[in-house]
């Protein structure tokens, strides 16, 4: 299975980005999808996850701004970031890991079995 992430850039604050992340040799309905970032000096931080059931799970930090979907006709999995401030810059990377993620392991890096190259997001003031 190989993840290709894309449609990172640079944005002003309060503006909007979507981010992609296409699928290949593999299913995209039968993984839980997850994206993280990654700030430099900072560990790998959980935004927002969807499971095979479509639940959809967020870090706070993110909530209400940020949206995770997926096309399964496409198989892909987008990031939809509203709202964006510069604490929302650094390099966002999807994830894809076994269906049967519970839901309080959705937010574990080491929880995900395979990772997309990450995308650069760069928010200004």
């Known amino acids: 299975v190989q993840l290709q992430a894309f449609g990172g850039g640079l944005v002003q604050a309060g503006g909007s980005l979507r981010l992609s992340c296409v699928v290949s040799g593999g299913t995209l309905s039968t993984y839980t999808m997850g994206w993280f970032r990654q700030s430099p000096g900072k560990e790998r931080e959980f935004v927002a996850a969807l499971r095979v059931n479509n639940n959809r799970y967020s870090s706070d930090s993110v909530r209400g701004r940020f949206t995770i979907s997926r096309d399964s006709a496409k198989n892909t999995v987008y990031l939809q970031m509203n709202y964006l401030t510069p604490e929302d810059t650094a390099v966002y990377y999807c994830?894809?890991?076994?269906?049967?993620?519970?839901?309080?392991?959705?937010?574990?890096?080491?929880?995900?079995?395979?990772w997309g190259q990450g995308t650069q997001v760069t928010v200004s003031s």
């Open positions: 994830a894809a890991g076994r269906a049967g993620l519970i839901v309080s392991s959705l937010s574990g890096a080491s929880e995900y079995d395979y």
